[in-house]
């Protein structure tokens, strides 16, 4: 297991790498900084005097092998607007992304559990359909419409909840449920169709034949055969979450990492886009790292080499 830990992070770091190089040439076709740090007003020397200092005059080819260099002593610039460490403020940022993500992916998945479990134990075909067209709805409204119609909601008429920033848990509770109920929709649709499966399989009619009762069969029998893909699904999608979570921050301003890579792609402030996407990488890979041990631990015919 040791070795296919260590193959496993050295194609992470060949991916991690791969990422922040394609990002360091597509920012560079957007255009010049200096223009966007400068004042309107500022002349064609002023903008050529701020790319001289900052070393955007440089040919490209140059730019990149001291961008690597940096890399490789970790150094990964420093932030054109603030003066601050890129990789500092992405790391500041980063316990708000994964508080508001952890809660929300943690919630619905839950949830998607209590609901497929109540389905499978009750055998209730109204509750089923009930609850699988409730996830439809929700999985086909769009993840900032949804915070939208929430803020509307829960701030401006009822003034439950904070519309936006963050401090106290209610702050909190909006953007989680966003994020959560679809979550929901997408776990509890997987999770009934892997149930679906294994009830079609020789185990779980043996152990009905053997007079097993129902939430014996569901619970000690078919639950772990279904969790199974469902952990494959949550690698990638946890992953895609802590890299992602762009839309959501943005709508309820919430300052996490996705919040701070919009402002940064905005203003090009090309050392903060790379660290942000240098963690929201890293955190992928390590993330599908982590679950393929899981994986290996939980199903006994998986054996890692």
């Not at 003066?83 to 952890?102: D, E, H, I, K, Y």
């Not at 701030?155 to 994020?179: I, R």
């Not at 979550?183 to 149930?195: G, I, N, T, V």
């Amino acid at each position: 297991m040791f070795a296919y830990v260590l193959r496993r992070l050295a194609r992470a770091v060949v991916t991690v790498f791969a990422v922040v190089t394609a990002v360091f040439f597509l920012e560079r076709i957007s255009g010049n900084p200096a223009a966007i740090m400068l004042p309107n007003t500022a002349t064609p020397k002023q903008i050529a005097t701020l790319s001289k200092a900052l070393g955007f005059d440089r040919p490209l080819s140059v730019q990149y092998l001291s961008f690597v260099k940096g890399l490789l002593h970790g150094n990964f610039g420093t932030s054109l607007q603030s003066g601050t460490p890129a990789l500092q403020l992405v790391l500041g940022r980063l316990p708000a992304t994964l508080l508001l993500v952890l809660t929300g992916f943690t919630f619905g998945v839950a949830l998607a559990m209590f609901c497929v479990l109540a389905i499978q134990l009750t055998g209730s075909h109204v509750l089923r359909n009930g609850l699988l067209v409730a996830g439809q709805v929700r999985q086909a409204i769009p993840m900032f419409v949804f915070g939208v119609l929430l803020v509307l909601a829960f701030s401006v008429t009822l003034h439950w909840f904070p519309s936006q920033g963050e401090g106290s848990w209610k702050n909190l509770v909006l953007p989680a449920l966003t994020v959560g109920t679809f979550e929901f929709a997408l776990y509890l649709r997987f999770m009934d169709a892997s149930f679906g499966e294994q009830s079609h399989q020789d185990y779980v009619r043996t152990a009905y034949a053997k007079g097993n009762a129902r939430h014996g069969v569901v619970l000690r029998h078919e639950l772990r055969n279904v969790l199974l893909p469902i952990l494959t699904i949550i690698g990638f999608n946890l992953g895609g979450l802590l890299g992602g979570s762009v839309i959501i921050e943005t709508v309820f301003n919430w300052p996490g990492i996705g919040q701070l890579t919009v402002e940064s792609v905005n203003t090009r402030d090309f050392p903060v886009v790379q660290a942000s996407l240098l963690v929201a990488s890293l955190a992928f890979v390590l993330v599908n790292i982590a679950v393929d041990l899981i994986y290996s631990v939980v199903d006994p015919r998986v054996r890692i080499r």
